[in-house]
């Protein structure tokens, strides 16, 4: 059990289609990120016809440092295709690890360490590229001791 959520849990995912907007962002920079990014997803989303299929999630290309490459926007169902700054891409199908954080984003770093050591316990490594679904919208939500996030990092 992590200090912050649920014991981490194998799964098996399977590919997902999604729109995104993909961009290197500093670190103290993400809020305003994934603002517009997930506000320019559900336009274009909408503008074509498809809908959101989930909550909205970032992608992490890499381990964080000063800065993060970052894919921030929504499973979608039906047809969409890119369009300006926001691309259809998809999450992949593969096997990995995942656990409910609960709590302020800050405090994701519990969650993650939990996932990390119950991968190396498989006798697996973790791969170099993991997401979060936001399960609690902040702006309904403005309590952090409430707020889900849904950690999914793939074994490699």
């Known amino acids: 059990m992590t200090e912050n959520g649920q014991q981490p849990q194998k799964i098996h995912i399977t590919e997902q289609p999604v729109a995104v907007v993909r961009e290197r962002v500093p670190m103290d920079a993400l809020t305003g ?3 517009r990014a997930f506000g ?5 989303v909408q503008m074509q016809g498809a809908s959101p299929a ?4 970032a ?5 964080p440092g000063e800065t993060v490459d970052v894919e921030a926007g929504f499973p979608v169902a039906g047809s969409f295709h890119g369009t300006g700054e926001v691309a259809s891409s998809t999450l992949p199908d593969t096997d ?3 656990a409910i954080h609960t709590g302020p984003y800050d405090t994701l770093g519990t969650t993650y ?6 991968i190396e316990a498989d006798g697996a490594s973790p791969a ?4 979060e679904y936001y ?3 902040p702006e309904q939500q403005p309590d952090p001791a409430t707020w889900q996030t849904r950690v999914v990092w793939p074994v490699a």
């Open 113 to 118: 360490d939990a996932i990390r050591k119950s």
């Open 40 to 44: 320019a997803v559900m336009a274009a």
């Open 128 to 131: 170099d590229s993991m997401w």
């Open 54 to 57: 989930g909550p909205p999630f």
């Open 59 to 63: 992608l992490y290309h890499g381990m």
């Open 33 to 35: 990120f994934f603002g």
């Open 135 to 137: 399960l609690t919208d």
């Open 96 to 98: 990995a690890f995942e």
